[in-house]
């Protein structure tokens, strides 16, 4: 199985701030990538796919990039609903993999 | 707008069965895969299976492999899981969730359920 390995797990952030999570995995996907956000008690929303295509209705903050094995999402300036887990998942082979999240706090 | 919406979760004791239920609505269902996800209490997400828009593929996650079984009606817009032989570590959250397309293949997912809750235990 292809390993997801998203870092940090934790993040600390002020509203406005610009922050970047990394997903590393264990054999080249291409950019067969999707980036989603969970707030707690919700279900995940897909924000990013094929590495760095913006859903439709996300707003032009969010950000992603990468290919192969490397890949960094991006939130220009933080704003307060932005607070959430964050999860990248390859969907280049069965079985999908996610990454283990990445909690974004409030500093 | 698309809807998905899950029903069939509770408790069930070990080595029990359950069969979950994701009612579609919106778009045309048989023109696209679907999955189930689920994410343990406090824990990340863990794909469970796939299935393309005719039902005639199928994909698992070897935790569930021989267990568990996905299936389709598209008469009835409704995708299911059958799981047999429950372990506690199945114990989870289910979200059935959309593909972009038919093939089951390279699916990212849009959008999911609001989930199901599956408890296994004694």
């Known amino acids: 199985d292809i390993q997801m390995t998203q870092s940090p797990s934790t993040l600390s952030a002020s509203v406005g701030d610009r922050v970047t999570i990394t997903c590393r995995a264990s054999?080249?996907?291409?950019?067969?990538l999707a980036w989603y956000q969970q707030r707690p008690g919700k279900a995940p929303k897909l924000l990013i796919y094929k590495a760095s295509s913006l859903e439709s209705g996300v707003p032009s903050r969010f950000s992603g990039s990468g290919s192969g094995t490397e890949f960094t999402f991006s939130i220009s300036s933080l704003q307060p609903d932005d607070f959430a887990t964050y999860y990248c998942?390859?969907?280049?082979?069965?079985?999908?993999?996610f990454g283990q999240g990445t909690k974004l706090e409030i500093k | 707008e698309v809807q998905l919406l899950e029903s069939g979760g509770g408790f069930v004791q070990p080595g029990g069965s359950l069969r979950l239920s994701c009612a579609a609505s919106?778009?045309?269902?048989?023109?696209?895969?679907m999955s189930w996800v689920r994410q343990a209490p406090g824990k990340g997400l863990e794909w469970v299976s796939g299935?393309?828009?005719?039902?005639?593929?199928?994909f698992y996650a070897d935790s569930v492999t021989g267990r568990f079984t996905i299936s389709r009606d598209n008469s009835k817009n409704t995708l299911y899981l059958q799981m047999n032989s429950l372990r506690a570590e199945d114990t989870a959250v289910y979200y059935c969730?959309?593909?972009?397309?038919?093939?089951?293949?390279?699916?990212?997912?849009?959008?999911w359920g609001q989930g199901t809750l599956v408890t296994v235990s004694s």
């Open positions: 299935i393309s828009g005719s039902g005639g593929s199928t």
């Open positions: 054999q080249s996907i291409s950019s067969w």
């Open positions: 969730a959309k593909g972009p397309k038919s093939s089951a293949s390279l699916n990212w997912f849009d959008p």
């Open positions: 998942q390859q969907c280049n082979t069965f079985p999908y993999t």
């Open positions: 919106g778009f045309t269902f048989s023109s696209y895969a």
